[in-house]
């Protein structure tokens, strides 16, 4: 017991969208949603959109909320997330972030991958702490004015927020308050 395994290959790090496909496959096929679609108390949460949304309960429990996600973590993580959003077909990202991280560089690393891939994006950068309706409103107005068919949040909780405000906007319309 103990000691390294030095034997062990490391996984290769996808390249191509081909390279990409069968992880995609193996980890977003329709045998794990079964259970995963249900809440504790096994009721589906599967929503009229065919995505996962918000859906009253039948009592004084509660309401179910469920939106699925995958998580890329480690090093490689950024090269795999753009190599797999290309393979999904998508073509220009809006990058929604604060102004210092794309003055101090940091934005730098993601536009590079993207650069790589042959991806084309936008950077909005108007985010502040506690995002307002007028930021999501600007982030969804740039989306639209640019074709931007995906968002990538860059940086902490405040881009993160805004960007999901954007999607769930461009995607479904209306205004921000309608989903209070």
Known sequence: MGGTFSSEKEAPVPT???????IYKAFS???????????????????????NYH????????STFYMPCKSLLGEGALVGAVNQVKALGQTKALIVTDAVLVKVGAVKALTDVLDGAGLAYTIYDGCAPNPTIEQVNAGCQMLKDNSCDFVISFGGGSP????????????NGGSIKDYE
């Open 29 to 51: 096929g329709t045998d794990l949603t079964g259970e995963v679609e249900k809440d504790l108390a096994g009721h589906t949460t599967q929503g009229a959109h065919g995505v």
């Open 16 to 22: 191509e969208a081909s390279d990409v496909e069968p």
């Open 160 to 171: 993160h927020d805004c960007a999901k405000a954007i999607s769930m906007l461009c995607t």
């Open 55 to 62: 859906h009253p309960s039948t009592g004084k429990e509660g």
